[in-house]
């Protein structure tokens, strides 16, 4: 068994390990009507406006994929422009993201009405938006963004039987920017308050106040799990220097000729023994990231339901009138996504990797790997995801204050291994020992329990069945 990596790389080794499971596993599950229906696609596409006045949200969000499918295979065939597919992909997006909005809004009026018990408006909306997001950092500079628009079913808020682009999304961020200031965070934390207090706290200053909240956010919950990542990377260093005997272990059960282990379970078995024997678990050390799993999730979450008040924030080469640096878009502010930004935290990533000392000198090179991989998968995720600037900076100053405290650790003085059970299960007498050692008996002899041999009194074994003379 290897002994447990640096605090930051294990949690992030963790997260990206979830991530990567995750969109396996919709790739996997996914809807595969797009290769398997022999429907054509207007069909589809008459199917799918059913869908929106019935406001069948799920339906029409699993009928998208088959329609861009096929769309887009009869597109070859005749010959269709790029920009007329392009139009044509985003109207039926555009008839998805109002199915999602008005079906959120007619659940929500059920709810203020009594007739069901939970209120799924926000979860709605929310999703509509994550939805269309990329759609609008891709159009909102192009004039598709105001001039493409579908036929849409009306409804009492929107009677309108045509919508764009822009006035489905501008009026999307008006209806959820109330509903993400209401919601809590795992249904009790208040996210958005939480963070708007950071900010409100030096006045809401759009150069300085909403950056300086992602910094003081992440000094508060670094602070909170500061205690148990100390107590992980003090216990990884004490597992280290025990790797010389658990080394000894794994060449004892190798099969010299395929240079695999012979017996794993018989090996695991003397490992904990080692461990038990010294008073360490080995799994000691996955606290702090189980820890950290729910309190990045909330800080997220808390930062997303304030993505509509982080565009009010800049941040350096992030503001309004930024445009392009060296071909690359810049953020108009920290609401948006920044590539520039995503590209310092994998440098930064990267380089926290190389600083941090390493558990098993004989696996450097391993792990190494793994965590500059770790890196490259969560920069690759940022990439391709819509987050907020301000998160991203979070996830920044996070990287650094755990390097901080990885590096100032491993400069500690780490205190000496002490058994507290010999091999066989029995306690190992330490104070008794060293009271022993510090009244002089013994004359410096300790026998392997650590009890002094003549302790008990005169030495040598009396002689079988002979009584001791009295004095007359």
């Not at 678990?281 to 189980?290: E, R, S, T």
Request: charged share 20%; aromatic share 12%; net charge positive.
């Amino acid at each position: 068994m290897s002994t447990p990596q640096p605090p930051k790389q294990n949690f992030m080794t963790m997260l990206m390990l979830g991530v990567m499971i995750f969109l396996g596993i919709q790739l996997v599950m996914g809807p595969k009507q797009g290769q398997q229906d022999t429907r054509s696609a207007d069909e589809l596409w008459a199917k799918m406006l059913q869908e929106n006045a019935d406001l069948k949200d799920v339906s029409v969000m699993a009928d998208l994929r088959a329609y861009e499918a096929k769309y887009n295979a009869e597109a070859d065939q005749k010959k269709i422009p790029q920009e007329v597919r392009q139009a044509q992909i985003l109207r039926a997006n555009l008839l998805v993201v109002d199915t999602m909005v008005k079906s959120g809004q007619y659940r929500g009026q059920l709810f203020r009405d009594g007739k069901v018990s939970e209120n799924w408006e926000y979860r709605k909306l929310d999703k509509a938006y994550t939805f269309f997001k990329p759609k609008y950092e891709a159009y909102f500079h192009t004039p598709m963004w105001e001039s493409v628009a579908v036929e849409v079913t009306p409804s009492a808020k929107y009677p309108a039987t045509q919508r764009t682009a822009k006035e489905v999304y501008d009026s999307l961020v008006v209806d959820l920017s109330p509903l993400a200031e209401k919601e809590p965070v795992f249904g009790f934390i208040p996210g958005y308050q939480l963070i708007d207090s950071l900010v409100q706290a030096t006045k809401a200053q759009p150069g300085f106040s909403y950056w300086f909240a992602a910094f003081l956010l992440a000094v508060v919950v670094r602070g909170v799990v500061w205690p148990l990542a100390q107590r992980q990377i003090m216990h990884g260093r004490q597992m280290m220097k025990l790797q010389p005997r658990i080394k000894e272990l794994q060449e004892k059960y190798k099969d010299k000729k395929t240079g695999q282990i012979k017996d794993p379970q018989a090996l695991q078995v003397e490992q904990f023994a080692i461990y038990k024997e010294y008073g360490l678990n080995p799994f000691a050390g996955c606290l702090p990231m189980v820890v950290q799993l729910p309190l990045f999730w909330a800080v997220y979450q808390s930062m997303h339901h304030y993505k509509f008040e982080f565009v009010k924030g800049t941040f350096l080469w992030i503001h309004p009138g930024a445009t392009k640096f060296l071909g690359i878009p810049l953020a108009p502010n920290l609401g948006e996504k920044d590539y520039i930004l995503i590209a310092i935290y994998t440098v930064s990533m990267v380089v926290s990797t190389l600083l941090m000392p390493v558990n098993d000198p004989s696996n450097v090179k391993q792990q190494r790997l793994m965590g500059v991989g770790a890196a490259l998968v969560a920069s690759i995720f940022m990439f391709f995801y819509s987050l907020p600037s301000a998160f991203v900076l979070y996830w920044i100053f996070t990287n650094v204050l755990s390097t901080a405290q990885s590096l100032l650790s491993y400069r500690l003085p780490l205190p000496e291994l002490t058994k507290v059970q010999t091999p066989t299960g029995g306690k190992v007498i330490d104070a008794l020992s060293n009271a022993v050692s510090q009244n002089g008996h013994a004359n410096g002899q300790v026998s392997e329990n650590g009890v002094s041999p003549d302790f008990f009194g005169k030495k040598g074994t009396p002689k079988a069945n002979k009584q001791r003379k009295r004095k007359k």
